[in-house]
């Protein structure tokens, strides 16, 4: 399974990126607002220096909901950098949009995906990635990494290509939950990430062993 990270912080980029264990990122406006990037210039100068930093894909979100828009944003998008994927919503547009930029030979990451239909369309187009919202199905008390599951299986079955990206990851065990699920990629919070190498026994572990060690 790959980790991407789910920010547009540039040190938490780099940070995990240190870590030698990051694949790529996924960014949507919610996160690129958070860090204040604002503007055109902004918004492309960004993208291009997280491309610049990771080695992988990174997902660049459209703000547009019309076909021709959609189509016109990604490609300018598409053309900041190739490690560039185009994120779109999953809308009726949107899956056309997606056919439009495959047949182009321009990568695209289906947003907004809460049940198994939206995954097969968003394969059917050809979309690159597909990205199931595991937080926030779990947030409306049903079971957001049953679904990574269900695409999984299906895409298995049918011999679609498009890869299982899991999004809206809150903790670390759902990034286990996921590896477990089928996904082929996890898009995670730093925290999360950060959140596989703790255990109370490890610590105990260390802090004796470098206190026999004093002995040796
Ligand atoms: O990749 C989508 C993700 O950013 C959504 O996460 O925590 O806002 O549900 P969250």
Redesign the pocket.
């Known amino acids: 399974m790959k980790f991407f990270l789910?920010t547009a912080n540039l040190a938490q980029i780099k940070e995990a990126n240190d870590l030698g264990i990051l694949d790529g990122i996924?960014t949507?406006p919610?996160?690129m607002a958070k860090e204040g990037i604002k503007g055109k210039e902004a918004i492309d100068n960004h993208y291009k220096t997280i491309c610049e930093i990771v080695n992988g894909d990174v997902s660049a979100e459209v703000f547009s909901t019309t076909f021709n828009e959609i189509i016109e944003e990604g490609k300018k998008l598409a053309a900041i950098h190739p490690n560039i994927v185009v994120k779109v919503p999953m809308i009726k547009d949107g899956v056309k949009a997606v056919k439009w930029f495959t047949d182009n030979g321009i990568r695209t990451n289906v947003?907004l995906v809460f049940n198994a239909g939206q995954a097969i369309l968003a394969a059917k187009a050809g979309a690159a990635y597909v990205?199931p919202?595991i937080?926030?199905i779990d947030?409306t008390c049903w079971d957001g990494v049953q679904l990574v599951a269900q695409i999984a299986n299906i895409y298995s079955i049918q011999g679609f290509k498009t890869e299982v990206l899991a999004?809206?990851?809150?903790n670390a065990n759902h990034i286990i939950q996921c590896a477990e699920a089928g996904a082929d990629v996890c898009?995670c919070?730093l925290d999360s990430i950060l959140g596989l190498l703790k255990h109370p026994l490890t610590d105990i572990g260390l802090a004796k062993f470098l206190e026999d060690a004093k002995k040796m």
């Open positions: 789910d996924t949507n919610s996160l947003t990205s919202f937080g926030r947030d999004a809206s990851i809150r898009t919070p």
